[in-house]
């Protein structure tokens, strides 16, 4: 019976311990047997062809496409996502694909897209079905893009840094009372999985969703800047996301342009080099060059108008931009 | 020479015997009782989540593919 056959899932700082027929908290990993298996392998509940710019990336082949999929599932329960519907779902619940790896690196292929984003959801939770897509698409000569939270266990993360190239963390505060109270789960986890993704050289950029009095203080935010020019350094480009009511936090007001703008400067102050804005129609969505402050990359939503980078450096003044410009 | 003992101290001895004795039954008791009824619930618990997993995930068509990073406990 279940007594004897109990597992522990290693794959997130959780460690779920699953008792036989038990599900794990991520609701996609399940103990039969003695055994653990994923209820969502090839089996996405969203498939998409978006711009590589709404990840978001700003520094990875822009005005590139990014073939993207999710299943349902997630490692933490943010009381304001934005994908709630499909993160917070059971598998046995929601419609899905069969599409097997080699069929989304194909699709991929066919669709002119340069990469695969793993995103939407939490990617960590159909983490055999994203390692084994990713593999095939490097075969391939595609990029392979972890669009995630970051909770994730080390061993799992330094086998996947193998086969990623860029990755964007959303870190979602500066706080561990932060993560326990509002997301689920601890703030250290996802500060060494930034430092492991930069130590094993995938390209990271990171996101900061600005929730209206919750994590929009100024001590917070100089905090978070400061370790990430300290730890990842000034050329780790920063995403302010402007939050929008959704799933448990309806009673909150989208955050002000203003409270975006200061974040902006406080980043800038701080030495990061590449600040952006997102979720809103801002100078921020723009790339400038560091050195000479002209307009390098503009935006229009998550559209390129004008590159000015070339061959991975700043058009008027040649200083390098570091980025991913040029595929594999 | 038999020893003296006054009738008063005899029946504080026994009635501390007697309490004793009701202690350990009733310790004793309490964890066959408690033993019975975890496992009568770990059992109904597992008949629930096989009773699930039959019901709703099976006719869902999810495949079971094998996760990697775990490790088993007490097998």
């Known amino acids: 019976m279940s007594a004897n056959k109990k597992v522990q899932c290693q794959l997130c700082p959780t460690e779920c311990i699953l008792a036989e027929y038990q599900v794990g908290d991520c609701r996609v990993r399940i103990n039969k047997g003695g055994e653990l298996y994923s209820l969502v392998y090839g089996k996405p509940c969203a498939v998409?062809?978006?711009?590589?710019?709404k990840k978001p990336f700003s520094h990875i082949l822009p005005a590139t496409t990014a073939f993207s999929i999710a299943t349902v599932g997630c490692t933490l329960s943010?009381?304001?996502?934005?994908?709630w519907q499909i993160s917070q779902a059971k598998p046995?619940?929601?419609?899905?694909?069969?599409?097997p790896p080699e069929r989304v690196v194909a699709e991929a292929l066919r669709s002119g897209c340069r990469s695969i984003a793993y995103t939407y959801t939490e990617p960590t939770v159909f983490y055999e079905y994203m390692y084994d897509t990713s593999v095939l698409a490097l075969e391939k000569g595609l990029l392979n893009t972890y669009i995630t939270c970051g909770y994730i266990s080390q061993k799992p993360l330094k086998e996947l840094a193998k086969v990623l190239h860029g990755a964007n963390v959303d870190l979602k505060g500066f706080t561990e009372d932060y993560y326990k109270r509002i997301c689920g789960g601890k703030l250290k986890p996802v500060l060494d999985s930034l430092v492991t993704l930069k130590e094993y050289g995938v390209w990271v950029e990171v996101t900061n969703l600005i929730v209206?009095?919750?994590?929009?203080?100024?001590?917070?935010i100089?905090?978070?800047?400061?370790?990430?020019?300290?730890?990842?350094?000034?050329d780790t480009p920063i995403h302010f996301s402007r939050f929008h009511p959704d799933y448990k936090l309806k009673n909150l007001p989208k955050t002000p342009l203003n409270t975006l703008t200061r974040a902006r400067d406080i980043a800038q102050d701080a030495g990061l080099r590449y600040v952006y804005v997102g979720n809103i129609g801002h100078e921020g969505n723009?790339?400038?060059c560091y050195s000479c402050s002209e307009l390098l990359i503009e935006r229009q939503g998550y559209y390129v108008m004008q590159n000015h980078v070339v061959g991975g450096k700043c058009k008027f003044c040649g200083v390098n931009i570091a980025g991913v410009w040029d595929g594999v | 020479m038999e020893k003296h003992t006054p009738k008063r101290d005899r029946v504080i001895l026994n009635l501390m015997i007697i309490s004793v004795t009701l202690a350990v039954i009733v310790i004793i008791g309490n964890n066959i009782h408690t033993s019975l009824t975890s496992s009568l619930s770990e059992r109904q618990n597992f008949e629930r989540r096989k009773k699930y997993y039959e019901e709703k995930i099976v006719p869902a068509n999810l495949d079971l593919y094998p996760a990697r990073h775990y490790i088993k406990i007490g097998q």
């Open chain 1, 286 to 288: 723009n790339t400038y």
């Open chain 1, 222 to 234: 100089t905090e978070m800047c400061k370790w990430l020019v300290k730890n990842l350094g000034p």
């Open chain 1, 78 to 83: 943010c009381k304001f996502c934005q994908n």
């Open chain 1, 212 to 220: 209206p009095t919750l994590n929009d203080n100024t001590k917070e």
């Open chain 1, 48 to 53: 998409h062809i978006d711009p590589i710019e």
């Open chain 1, 92 to 99: 046995e619940n929601e419609r899905f694909y069969n599409l």
